[in-house]
């Protein structure tokens, strides 16, 4: 339906009652995008409920860091899109709970903010500093705020005008149109005359500060003035108590009388980026596009809202200050057309558009709809068709319109004179009729939930998985220019060429599942989409699948529609994503990491994101370049022009907390601090952020990485804060980037540096002490046991000696003794017993002495040994007739040796020795000492009667007490003998 209104060319317009009705009955109905070019708008509101200080919202504005700033009747809140931050700061008590009733943004960044009977505010730099009349206001209820061009700020109240400029303010109260006026609104035009609305008339003030002498120049105007603002043809716009004005050229004309003014009375003005001229009033908003001035209800109920004020932010929404609560309006990307527009069924199950340029929609329960020229018709039981649940649409050469029923499954068809007739020919499948499709040779496709059927010069061929086909649901059907068809089915693909089917299997890295959407593009490449295995593509011979691995937003495709700027549009249950195709090249090629999908859902203006694709066609692109969908919920249609927000969203970080700790607030602070430092033991670190796109904000993403923890940047999706628990004491870096709700980035975001102190157990200090502690319990220890040691030593000493001059002087007494009475004694029975005595006397003699070496300190150097078994050698074989031979290097190296280690090895060779006495019979034995390197060698050789080296010797134990001596200290014994030749034994043993 085509709005109309009023022209400028006249003043006053009589709408016909009939659609003064239709549009108070509908205040959202839309214009056919088709034959309309006024911009549509999606509304969100926000009241106190949402975190809003107070429904009435009189002033807004926007800081250069990208807040939104909103002033009502019970204070100012700071807004990033998602959460509002009430004003509730020490620093600016007066403003705390305060009614706002004006806000500027100057060059500098400075905020002004006016409340009522408390002057006005600047906050810059995180700093408040308050003005009242002392400083030179003309009161301290100030109405309006303005920066003008050259850097002054204006301030008008309710005694008058005030001009801001180098640090000081001048009162205007020279004319009597401002002396004690009130003033309501500020404009500067693009002479840069000011023009001042007051209760009284328009004033205006050239650059040089001088105040014009009349009120507009003919004559006063009736009422009171509200508003003022200049368009961009430089006409003058006012608002007052009495309707809309305009002069130009002088000239005054009034809307008063305008029907499209839902309220004469008249509060704000606004001039948007795109030249819409926005009215607000007391019943609620209107603009003027084209000439014309058109109604804007903001709600859906009969009490429409009260509007304060108007303000368009850099993102191109405009926000609404009204009575009940603050709009958002959002420019459309998307046009629904509903049951309120005229249709006959929102459940639009199919679209298309005939050769006539009307648009075809397929409702399950409403029949056939048609819009054309703004307005829709429908076909139904009462006027042609068979049923009213219709699932699939397709338009025939001769411009009969072929309509697929749900079960049984008829096939209508409508001719261009609107006769309903088809013949249905005996054997067709009987079946919901899911897509129709006639070929280039005339051939008629009819696919069904059951099979396939194929009508070609009055004969029926069928087909289901019994003869070819991979499944028996048919769900779509594409003629490629290079004649094959393509079969989509619930058991896959197949393509029919030459009469019979080829079918494509997971073998060609097609998943086997269903088919859902079937497309041919211009360069004759395949796309095919599933059910849940993504988008395919079938090019050079070669198929290749992208799902949500890839970046593609979902892997359930209904329907595939490709616009006219390369851009593929897919549908979905959960909304309408759209793709570049050729990020799907620079994918393959790796020159990006993941597809850049791009989905669209409630939030930008669907309403519904449960798309239908249970028929065909489920998507359609017009000649004009709109694309179209069909929902649970109407029939959507995407507008050519979209477009898109390119601006990357500023990045803040908002909050940091550890445990129980408010570390730093970002609530009015512009600037990132040098670094944050958490204390010892805080508990978790949290950390909020926000980005400021103000658009859709719900789509808002985030990625975030803390260097010095992560790696790689961790996917946050629209979470605005994150937690770390347990860090480890040390320098960090926090940095959090964003991207809008079309996915354009802010790769440089807010970076934050932080120092989490350590537990005083995790300093340096206390770890120094900790590896001291040990030092120390390890120097203790080692004095204690060097100081044992010496004890030990002290002990072997006295006891050597004690052994030796005690113990051994007494045997040898006892020996002696022993001795003279066996010479004094005669022979008799107790001489031998006496012989005994002294032999044993001798051994225990030489035994102590052994013993004395032994445990004697002194003794434990290599040179020590090597003395001490040559000389044990020399007297052992002393007057036994064995010659021994003693082969002893000239100089051995220091070396200290261990009291186990002399005993062990010295009785090994004792063994030796005592073995070649009782068991060898030789004549003469050898010794040789030698120091290899790190390794001491002992051969002892003799020239006796030998014996078998690998059975046991005569004499016992011997060898083995002496391998077991030797494995002790780390050494091996090897002996090399045979009966009747030479024995030589080879002791090894490495120095310790």
């Known amino acids: 339906m085509r709005f109309t209104g009023h022209s400028d060319t006249a003043l006053v317009i ?57 002033g009502t009747r019970a204070g100012l809140a700071r807004f990033d899109g998602v959460r509002f931050l009430p004003l509730d700061d020490a620093a600016a008590p007066e403003l705390k709970h305060a009614w706002i009733t004006a806000l500027a943004v100057s060059r500098d960044g400075g905020l002004w903010i006016a409340s009522e009977s408390n002057g006005v505010t600047c906050f810059k730099d995180g700093v408040f500093t308050r003005f009242t009349a002392t400083d030179g206001l003309p009161g301290n209820q100030i109405q309006c705020l303005l920066e003008s061009r050259e850097g002054s700020l204006w301030l008008g109240g309710d005694r008058g005008l005030s001009r801001f400029r180098a640090g000081r303010f001048t009162r205007f109260t020279g004319s009597e149109f401002l002396r004690e006026n009130s003033v309501k609104a500020l404009c500067e035009d693009a002479r840069g005359l000011l023009r001042v609305a007051t209760v009284t008339g328009l004033v205006s003030i050239n650059p040089d500060g001088l105040v014009s002498p009349n009120n ?21 716009w006012l608002g007052a108590t009495d309707g809309l004005l305009r002069l130009t050229d002088g000239k005054l004309g009034s809307y008063a009388a305008n029907k499209s003014m839902p309220e004469k009375i008249t509060t704000c003005l606004y001039e948007d980026s795109t030249g819409q001229l926005w009215v607000g009033t007391y019943g609620g908003l209107t603009r003027r596009v084209n000439g014309t001035l058109s109604p804007w209800w903001l709600n859906p109920s009969p009490i429409n809202d009260l509007i304060y004020t108007l303000f368009e932010d850099r993102e191109q929404n405009l926000w609404v200050g009204g009575r009940d609560g603050l709009y958002r309006l959002t420019p459309a990307r998307f046009v629904t057309y509903t049951m309120q527009d005229g249709l006959n069924c929102n459940n639009v199950t199919s679209v298309r ?127 490629s220019r290079a004649g094959p068809i393509w079969i989509g089915t619930d058991g896959g693909l197949s393509r029919w060429a030459d009469g019979k089917f080829e079918n494509i299997t997971d073998r060609d890295n097609l998943p086997p599942n269903d088919i859902n959407a079937i497309y041919e593009d211009n360069d004759e490449t395949l796309w095919v989409g599933t059910k849940t295995g993504g988008l395919n ?94 929902t649970i919920r109407g029939v959507v249609a995407v507008q050519p022009d979209l477009r898109l927000n390119a601006q990357p969203p500023p990045v803040w970080i908002e909050e940091v907390r550890a445990g129980s700790h408010l570390l730093r607030t970002g609530y009015l602070l512009n600037s990132v601090p040098a670094s944050v430092t958490v204390p010892a033991g805080s508990g978790d670190l949290e950390i909020h952020y926000t980005a400021l796109s103000l658009q859709v904000p719900e789509k808002v993403r985030f990625r975030h990485r803390l260097e010095g923890l992560d790696q790689e940047w961790t996917a946050a999706g629209t979470e605005r804060r994150v937690t770390y628990n347990n860090l480890a004491p040390g320098r960090y870096r926090f940095t959090v980037i964003a991207a809008n709700n079309d996915g354009v980035w802010n790769e440089i975001g807010a970076t934050l540096p932080l120092l989490v102190l350590p ?101 434990d150097t290599l040179d020590h040994l090597a003395n001490y078994i040559f000389h044990y050698a020399q007297e052992y074989f002393q007057n036994t007739g064995v010659r021994c031979r003693l082969d002893l290097p000239s100089s051995l190296p220091e070396h200290t040796l261990p009291t186990e280690y002399r005993h062990n090895l010295f009785m090994a060779v004792k063994e030796a020795l005592q073995n070649i006495l009782k068991h060898a019979g030789a004549t003469e034995t050898r010794i040789r000492l030698a120091v290899t390197g790190n390794q001491l060698t002992i051969v002892i050789t003799d020239n006796g009667r030998g014996f078998a080296a690998d059975r046991a010797h005569p004499g016992g134990d011997g060898l083995v007490n002496m391998r077991a001596r030797l494995l002790r200290i780390g050494g091996s014994l090897r002996i090399e003998s045979t009966p009747g030749h030479d024995t030589t034994i080879t002791l090894e043993a490495p120095l310790p």
């Open 14 to 70: 009589r709408w016909p009652l009939v659609l003064t009705l239709l549009l108070m009955a509908a205040p959202a109905r839309a214009a056919d995008p088709k034959t309309n070019s006024t911009a549509r708008y999606n509304v969100r509101v926000w009241q106190t409920d949402e975190g809003l200080p107070h429904n009435t919202v009189h002033a807004i504005a926007q800081t250069p860091d990208g807040y939104l700033w909103v």
């Open 216 to 236: 507009f120049g003919s004559g006063p105007v009736s009422g009171v003035l509200k508003a003022v603002c200049e368009d961009r043809q430089g006409r003058l």
């Open 353 to 479: 558009e005939d050769t006539s340029g009307g648009l075809w929609l397929g409702t399950w329960g409403g029949g056939v709809n048609q819009l054309h020229d703004g307005r829709f018709s429908a076909i139904t039981v009462t006027n042609g068709l068979t049923q009213d649940t219709v699932l699939s649409l397709f338009e025939g050469r001769d411009r009969s319109l072929y309509v697929g029923m749900d079960y049984p499954g008829i096939v209508n068809r409508i001719k261009p004179g609107g006769t309903n007739d088809f013949v249905r020919p005996a054997g067709m499948i009987t079946a919901p009729v899911r897509v129709i499709h006639q070929d280039q040779a005339g051939g008629l496709w009819i696919g069904t939930s059951k099979g396939l059927n194929l009508l070609r010069d009055g004969a029926l061929q069928t087909f289901t998985a019994t003869n070819g086909l991979p499944g028996d649901n048919i769900t779509a059907l594409c003629e």
């Open 537 to 630: 593509r079938w090019r050079t011979g070669q198929w290749r699948r992208y799902t949500t691995a890839q970046g593609l937003f979902s892997d359930e495709i209904y329907e595939i529609v490709e616009d006219d700027r390369n851009y593929l549009w897919m549908s979905c249950r959960r909304g309408i994503f759209r793709v570049s195709k050729p990020e799907f090249a620079a994918l393959d090629q790796g020159t990006i990491p993941a597809l850049t999908s791009t989905h669209f859902v409630r939030a930008d203006g669907l309403t519904t994101v449960q798309c239908n694709g249970v028929a065909k066609p489920a998507g359609w692109k017009t000649p004009d370049g709109q694309i179209w969908f069909p």
């Open 759 to 859: 537990q005083f157990w995790q300093t340096w200090s206390f770890k120094l002490a900790l590896l001291a502690v040990p030092a120390l319990v390890l120097a203790w220890a080692y004095q204690t046991r060097v100081r044992r040691l010496r004890e030990i030593e002290q002990l072997r000493i006295r006891i050597a000696s004690d052994l030796h001059d005690d113990v051994g002087s007494r045997l040898t007494k006892v020996a002696m003794i022993t001795e003279q009475v066996e010479r004094e004694t005669d022979a008799n029975a107790a001489r031998p017993h006496i012989h005994m005595i002294a032999r044993t006397t001798r051994d225990i003699t030489r035994a102590m002495d052994e013993i004395v070496w032994t445990i004697n300190p002194k003794n």
